[in-house]
C-alpha cells in the first residue's frame, strides 16, 4: 500500500528583521527591537486586529507568520478546519521572567494579569484561533530543537486520519529579543512534497 503523500502549499520566515514568504523577502526592517519591527510589519501588511499591541512578543511573532499564511486560506462563510501544531526551545520564558520580575519586589508588588495571561506557549496559538475562529486541532511542543521529523508526521497523521484539512505547523522560538519563526501549511495537494529533508532546507535557508 502506497503511503499518501503530503504537500506544502506555502510557508513563511520571520527572523533578523525581515518576512520571507515562499522564498521570497517581503518585508525587511532595520529597527533594533522586536516591538518596533512587530508593530512596522502589522502596519506594512495592513493588518486590523487592534488586539495585537497588547500581545506578548511570542504572540506577536507567530501571528504576523500565521496572518501571512491564513489570509487567503479562511472562508469566512464556512468553519475552516485548519489545525495548528506548534514547537519551540523556550516555552513562554521571555514573558515568565517579565511576571516574575512584577512580583519579586515586595515593595513594589504588582502582579500584572495582562503578562500573567501569556504565561503559557500556547495562548500564541489561542490568539490565531480567535482571529480566524478556528476550532480544530491544535499543539504546542517543548524541543531542545526544531524537530522536523516529528513536525512532519504529526501533520500527516492529523491529515490522513482526516482530523483535519489542512495543518499549519513549525517552529516560533521568542527569548530576549533573539526570535525565528517557521511556519507552513499542509495539505494533501499542492506541488511541494512534504517531507523531512525539504522541511529542513526551507527552515536552514
Known amino acids: 500500500m502506497l503511503e499518501?503523500?503530503?504537500?506544502?502549499?506555502?510557508?513563511?520566515?520571520?527572523?533578523?528583521?525581515?518576512?520571507i514568504l515562499n522564498g521570497e523577502s517581503i518585508f525587511k526592517s532595520d529597527s533594533d527591537l522586536f516591538s518596533d519591527f512587530s508593530k512596522k510589519a502589522y502596519q506594512n501588511f495592513d493588518i486590523n486586529y487592534p488586539k495585537f499591541f497588547k500581545m506578548?512578543?511570542?504572540?506577536?511573532?507567530?501571528?504576523?507568520?500565521?496572518?501571512?499564511?491564513?489570509?487567503?486560506?479562511?472562508?469566512?462563510?464556512?468553519?475552516?478546519?485548519i489545525a495548528l501544531v506548534f514547537a519551540n526551545k523556550s516555552s513562554s520564558l521571555d514573558t515568565d521572567v517579565k511576571y516574575q520580575n512584577s512580583i519579586s519586589d515586595k515593595e513594589n508588588y504588582f502582579p500584572s494579569p495582562a503578562v500573567f495571561v501569556y504565561t503559557l506557549p500556547n495562548i500564541c496559538i489561542g490568539e490565531i484561533s480567535i482571529k480566524h475562529q478556528l476550532k480544530s486541532e491544535n499543539s504546542f511542543f517543548i524541543f531542545d530543537a526544531f524537530h522536523s521529523e516529528f513536525m512532519t508526521n504529526y501533520a500527516n497523521v492529523l491529515l490522513h486520519t482526516k482530523k483535519a484539512e489542512k495543518v499549519l505547523?513549525?517552529?516560533?522560538?521568542?527569548?530576549?529579543?533573539?526570535?525565528?519563526?517557521?511556519?507552513?501549511?499542509?495539505?494533501?495537494e499542492g506541488k511541494t512534497e512534504h517531507n523531512k529533508e525539504i522541511i529542513e532546507n526551507l527552515y536552514n535557508k
Do not use: R
Open 4 to 19: 499518501n503523500k503530503t504537500y506544502i502549499q506555502s510557508f513563511c520566515t520571520i527572523q533578523n528583521n525581515e518576512i
Open 56 to 81: 506578548d512578543s511570542l504572540s506577536k511573532l507567530a501571528f504576523l507568520a500565521a496572518e501571512l499564511l491564513l489570509k487567503n486560506e479562511i472562508d469566512e462563510s464556512k468553519e475552516n478546519n
Open 169 to 188: 505547523c513549525g517552529w516560533v522560538e521568542y527569548y530576549n529579543e533573539e526570535y525565528k519563526a517557521f511556519l507552513y501549511l499542509v495539505a494533501n
